[in-house]
C-alpha cells in the first residue's frame, strides 16, 4: 500500500521560510517521479515543482529561485524548502508520486501553508 504523508506546513510571515517534508512507504522514491502542488479554494491547482525519474526538475516559472524540491533516497523522503515567503503562496500544499513501473498516480493529504503579512 503507498502512502504518502506530508508535514511541515504552518503559519509564518512574510520572507519566512519552511521546508516541507513528503515521507513515502509503498513506492520507491529513488525511481519515481515525485512532486508537489498546492491548491488554494476556488483556483486551479498549480503545479510546484517535480522531480521526473530520470532525475531532472521542473519548477513553475513564477517559483524559480525561491522554491527548492529535492529528495533523500535513503529515507524515502521528498522535500520543498521554500524561502522568501509571501503571502500569495498560502496554500494546501500536496505531494504526488508516480511509480515507474505501474504508472499509477498518488497523493498525500496535504498540509497547509498560511503566509500573513
Known amino acids: 500500500q503507498v502512502q504518502l504523508v506530508e508535514s511541515g506546513g504552518g503559519l509564518v510571515q512574510t520572507g519566512e521560510s519552511l521546508r516541507l517534508s513528503c515521507a513515502a512507504s509503498?513506492?520507491?522514491?529513488?525511481?519515481?517521479?515525485i512532486g508537489w502542488y498546492r491548491q488554494v479554494p476556488g483556483k486551479q491547482r498549480e503545479l510546484v515543482a517535480r522531480?521526473?525519474?530520470?532525475?531532472?526538475?521542473n519548477y513553475a516559472d513564477s517559483l524559480k529561485g525561491r522554491f527548492t524540491i529535492s529528495k533523500d533516497n535513503a529515507r524515502n523522503t521528498a522535500y520543498l524548502q521554500m524561502n522568501g515567503l509571501k503571502t500569495e503562496d498560502t496554500a494546501v500544499y500536496r505531494c504526488?508520486?508516480?511509480?515507474?513501473?505501474?504508472?499509477?498516480?498518488?497523493w498525500g493529504r496535504g498540509t497547509q501553508v498560511t503566509v500573513s503579512s
Open positions: 522531480i521526473i525519474s530520470g532525475g531532472n526538475t
Open positions: 509503498g513506492i520507491p522514491l529513488s525511481i519515481s517521479t
Open positions: 504526488y508520486a508516480i511509480h515507474p513501473v505501474s504508472k499509477g498516480e498518488y
